[in-house]
Nanobody, 123 residues
Framework: VQLVESGGESVQAGGSLRLSCVASGATQVIGCMGWFRQVPGLEREGVASIMTDGRNTYYADSVRGRFTISRDSNKNTIALQMDRLKPEDTATYYC??????????????????WGQGTQVTVS
């Protein structure tokens, strides 16, 4: 499974960004896809995730109500709409895929496939 993210930019606080992730390869094995973020020196944290059939989503408390994850199963794409951005949202955002079904989980160790990351800077 290959994952490619796009959409990271520099934006002012209060603004919005939309990140996209396209999956290719053996996408039939994917049970859940999600977004994680990492700041240098800190652990990677789960932001939001969604089952490939759309039945279940997960949001970190810090983004619930501001971020929305969605998926287009026909295009093997997920997106993260980020509104009301805050400086503390500044991080490298990674797309990831989990190769088993069931409710999405927030821990990065459950995900085996990762994109290269896209930088989001909020000032």
């Amino acid at each position: 499974v290959q994952l490619v993210e796009s959409g990271g930019e520099s934006v002012q606080a209060g603004g919005s960004l939309r990140l996209s992730c396209v999956a290719s390869g053996a996408t039939q094995v994917i049970g859940c896809m999600g977004w994680f973020r990492q700041v240098p020196g800190l652990e990677r944290e789960g932001v939001a995730s969604i089952m490939t059939d759309g039945r279940n989503t997960y949001y970190a408390d810090s983004v619930r109500g501001r971020f929305t994850i969605s998926r287009d199963s026909n295009k093997n794409t997920i997106a993260l709409q980020m509104d009301r951005l805050k400086p503390e949202d500044t991080a490298t955002y990674y797309c990831a895929a989990r190769r088993w079904s069931g409710a999405c989980t927030p821990g990065p160790n459950d995900y085996s496939d990762w994109g290269q990351g896209t930088q989001v800077t909020v000032s």
